[in-house]
């Protein structure tokens, strides 16, 4: 069985300042990389994020974009020395609403690559949910959740 998974949520917002709040370093860290996101996700790209919450930056392999479409990203599996693969998809439902979807799979096929994968399971989702109350209200949600 492979180790994967996707959460998703639907924003009140158009797809472009949605997808503009994860890939603009300043607006991704009023919601998610609280501790900063050191540039924009561009493809073929390294980029660092930061969380004040849970300290140590982490890099982050951009692969590719394409604008208001998809973000394919790659990082460090927490159970060990390898990455995983992320995909960050981003459909307009209408001119007013977007829906945004994350999968993020690869981990090894043992316990703890499991419990890694609950672990981003449950950070992704926090994530989206920061996403839609940023965009939608202008509020940092992540503040409040630790």
Not at 14 to 27: G, L, Q, R
Request: a neutral charge; glycine letters at 8%.
């Amino acid at each position: 069985m492979e180790l994967k998974f996707q959460v998703y949520a639907k924003i009140a917002k158009p797809i472009s300042e949605v997808f503009d709040a994860v890939y603009n370093p300043k607006k991704l860290s009023g919601y998610f990389t609280t501790g900063g996101a050191s540039a924009p996700l561009d493809a073929g790209t390294t980029v660092t994020w930061d969380f004040a919450d849970f300290p140590g930056a982490f890099p982050v392999h951009v692969r590719q974009v394409e604008r208001n479409r998809f973000i394919e990203l790659e990082w460090k599996a927490g159970d060990g020395d390898y990455n995983t693969q992320v995909r960050m998809e981003f459909e307009a439902l209408d001119d007013k609403s977007t829906l945004v979807r994350i999968a993020e799979s690869g981990w090894k096929k043992t316990p703890e690559g499991l419990k890694s994968s609950y672990g981003n399971c449950m950070g992704w989702s926090q994530m989206l949910l920061a996403l839609k109350v940023f965009v939608e209200q202008g509020t940092n949600l992540r503040a409040f959740l630790y």
